[in-house]
């Protein structure tokens, strides 16, 4: 992968690739030796991932603007690249020019999105505020994620069968969903749920 995007940013004269590394850790002592403006960033890398080392980055002593490059486009996701500092988000079927446009406007300061993740995160800002989650309720929905039965998450739990019935039900009327899979599908896109 990191050799294709080599490839596509080559013809651009504007453009010089000064490094390459393989996981995080060594894309940090890179970025902090080699200066570049811009520093393209996966999420899912070796030893240190995405998120971990673009905060690295952006606290460290030279400080590239880092522009995250990925497969992935939950709301988590690309809420947790915010939060670290990424000055934009690029999902990797962008074009060669796509993706030497954002370049550019990284290196200018301005913020980069993927219409693909443009649009949910204005979907996410026009859906309606949902009932925030209990504690119990996520503990509930937790156990549901873990793949656990209902009498299974109870034992977990110290409460009753019927209890965890009634969480998942009040979490499936919060999340607007039906069952069980939906409910945890939807907690994780909304990033009430962080799998690791």
């Not at 460290?60 to 709301?75: E, F, H, M, N, S």
């Not at 919060?174 to 939906?182: A, G, I």
Request: aromatic share 2%; proline share 5%.
């Amino acid at each position: 992968m990191r050799a294709g995007v080599v490839a596509l940013l080559a013809p651009e004269p504007s453009i010089t690739v000064v490094g390459e590394a393989g996981d995080g850790r060594e894309a940090v002592s890179l970025i902090e030796s080699l200066r570049p403006d811009v520093a393209l960033m996966d999420l899912r890398m070796p030893v240190l991932d995405g998120v971990s080392a673009t905060e690295r980055v952006v606290a460290g002593p030279a400080p590239a603007r880092v522009l995250i490059l990925t497969t992935y486009d939950t709301d988590a996701e690309i809420e947790r690249a915010v939060e670290a500092g990424a000055v934009g988000y690029l999902l990797k079927d962008a074009t060669r020019e796509q993706l030497a446009d954002a370049v550019h406007a990284a290196s200018r300061g301005e913020t980069v999105l993927a219409p693909r993740v443009a649009e949910r995160l204005v979907a996410r800002l026009r859906r309606p505020p949902a009932a925030a989650l209990t504690p119990r309720e996520l503990d509930v929905l937790n156990g549901a994620a873990d793949g656990l039965s209902n009498a299974a998450i109870g034992e977990r739990l110290h409460i009753a069968e019927a209890t965890v019935k009634t969480h998942l039900l009040r979490v499936f009327a919060k999340l607007d969903v039906s069952d069980r899979t939906h409910a945890v599908v939807v907690a994780l896109d909304r990033g009430l749920l962080v799998r690791r």
